[in-house]
């Protein structure tokens, strides 16, 4: 198997997971960035500055796990990915990546694990569907496609 990194995954997930568990014990609020990003405008007075606070430490986590995270763990890679895409099909990417958090009433991250872990149908049904998806895309552009 290609790029299997079971400790920084491991790391990554209980990451994840303690932040989450935080921000809806000290906040009771999800941590699904669809809903956070959705509640900033229109601003409400004394709900907009944990969000804001949360969205900001999303690319400043991201900074530090690449600058910190190649030391700390030999599996992560000391250079970011290439991306194949023109400027244009990142826009139409994140449209529909916008278009399908709109529709499914969340994002994956939001349904995935805060939706899960409060045992809600409409995020089993979510994921499900989510990972169907995804299955028989890596299905088509592995054995049909590639």
Same mark, same amino acid.
């Given at each position: ?34 809903? @956070? ?13 944990? *969000? ?12 530090? %796990? ?5 030391? @700390?763990?030999?599996? @992560?890679? *000391? ?22 958090? #709109?529709?499914? *009433? %969340? ?34 552009? #592995?054995?049909?496609?590639?």
């Amino acid at each position: 198997m290609e790029n299997f990194t079971p400790l920084s995954a491991t790391v990554g997930g209980i990451l994840i997971g303690l932040a989450s568990t935080l921000l809806w014990v000290v906040n009771g609020r999800t941590a699904g960035i669809s809903n @956070i990003v959705g509640g900033i405008y229109p601003i409400r007075a004394g709900d907009e500055l944990w *969000r804001i606070v949360f969205l900001v430490g999303l690319p400043v986590g991201a900074w530090l %796990g690449f600058q910190l995270g190649p030391a @700390i763990l030999p599996e @992560i890679p *000391r250079t970011l990915p290439v991306i194949g895409l023109t400027p244009v099909a990142l826009v139409i990417a994140g449209l529909l990546v916008g278009v399908g958090t #709109r529709v499914g *009433r %969340g994002c994956t991250s939001g349904h995935g694990i805060c939706g899960l872990s409060r045992l809600s149908v409409r995020s089993f049904a979510a994921v499900g569907t989510f990972m169907a998806t995804a299955m028989v895309t890596v299905f088509v552009m #592995r054995h049909v496609v590639g």
